[in-house]
């Protein structure tokens, strides 16, 4: 029904950047919020950064200052602008959206398949 594709992962060393994106298709009739959240090995998932459809943003503490997320609704597309990456930020990075799907009253969330990113020191 909805398939959220995430690219831009991969390594990078400690202090440089990457961007992630993440693109939503489907049976879509509106998407509410849109984000990031992470998982490293042994630890549970947690929230990186979230924008809502009124604009909002949140962010962990822990990425605030370097991390930025931005969102196109015409591409249903959320990207993670990554500075300053720490080698704790290591971690598969997995898109998430709260759809409204066509027809449906009924409102659904969706992963995508994730994407590792992995800073070394």
């Known amino acids: 029904q909805v398939q959220l594709v995430e690219s831009g992962g991969g390594l990078v060393q400690a202090g440089g950047s990457l961007r992630l994106s993440c693109a939503a298709s489907g049976s879509i009739f509106r998407i509410n919020a849109m984000g990031w959240y992470r998982q490293a090995p042994g630890k549970q998932r947690e929230l990186v950064a979230t924008?809502?459809?009124?604009?909002?943003?949140n962010y962990a503490d822990s990425v605030k200052g370097r991390f930025t997320i931005s969102r196109d609704n015409a591409k249903n597309t959320v990207y993670l602008q990554m500075n300053s990456l720490k080698p704790e930020d290591t971690a598969v990075y997995y898109c998430n959206a709260g759809v409204w799907l066509n027809g449906s009253p009924y409102y659904n969330d969706y992963w995508g398949q994730g994407t590792q990113v992995t800073v070394s020191s």
């Open positions: 924008y809502n459809s009124d604009g909002g943003t």
